[in-house]
């Protein structure tokens, strides 16, 4: 006779093949369902395929996608390291990208000195908007889900009146974006630029600094135990006040990249989800900051080829429905994994006499 028994801990390798068999999962349902609306499916997955990887376009396509994704992943991947959600990614994205274009705006100077300027502003944009939510949870309990992601929507009015009101450009025929900032991310080939490196050396960096340090300890043991940490003389409103911060500066960051480096200026819209699309990628990465590159590039293949799959009748919102459907199959497999079936010991001759 069989049993089902919860473990209490698994490795980092069975939690890594439960969500790759999760993806996986999700997509062999999605794949059946396009197969029963009468899609040929492996000629939708082979054309995304070659959308992403097969051209040179595609490529600059898929890396202008897999920037922002990897540094909004990190960024809720940061606050779950310590047992928090920012929900907030996508108000933090766009006050980096205020604060940077305001730098590129009115500011003079040389190229790089700018650049420098609108990236310590991206950080500190996000950190600022992300600011209140973090003293609320440290000093008065609030949930830092609602008070993050309530602050989204006044970050997209706040950037909607900037473009149409005081820094909107009346030469441009985008009637909500503001003049073009002067200074510009170097590329690297086309119109891929350095935010891609950027953008992976920061995992990098978060990574390490989780893993390695004692700063970094602290935080995963506040994350596991916030009793316990504080108790060990861990000091644990401190530490996810300085998360959340830092949770908030990398999103910024990522609101910066886009203006410098991808459109160039300030305008309504901009973000295209990425700080919503940012929280998939974390669960996806199972929280690990090191595995959100992996993830981010996941989310960027299914975002670019969702333009092959609209080409053949499929809507966005089904692409978005997709994406829903991994999540909810990640979320499944984060509470199998820890799940085994065994069989019971069994009894020895006349135990119990």
Known sequence: ????????????????????????????VGGIVYSLRGFDVFDLGANVIDSSFGSEFGVQDLGLLFSPLILTGLATAITLRI??????????????????TAIGLFVQGPDWLILILMFIGGFVGGMLWILVPALARAYLQTDEIITTLLLNFVAMLLVYFLCTGPWRDPHDTVTSATARVKAEMPYLFGDLHWGLIIALLLAVLVAAMLAYTKWGYEVRLAGSNRFA?????????????????????????????????????????MSNNFGYLGILVAVVAGGAPIAVPAAALLMAVILNGGIVLQSYGVSTYEVLALTGLILFFVAISEQLAYYRISRPPALKAGAGA
């Not at 006779?1 to 062999?28: D, G, K, N, T, Y």
């Not at 000091?235 to 410098?260: K, N, T």
């Open 1 to 28: 006779m069989f049993r089902i028994q919860r473990i209490p801990s698994i490795s980092p390798l069975a939690i890594l093949s439960s969500r790759v068999i999760a993806v996986v999962s999700a997509l062999v």
């Open 83 to 100: 047992g928090l959600w920012n929900i907030g990614g996508e108000g933090q994205f766009y006050l980096g990208a205020v604060f940077a």
């Open 229 to 269: 940490a504080f108790y060990a003389g861990v000091p644990v409103r401190r530490r996810l006040i300085q998360v959340m911060l830092l949770s908030g500066g990398v999103a910024g960051i990522g609101g910066m990249l886009e203006v410098a480096g991808t459109v160039h200026h300030l305008q309504g819209g």
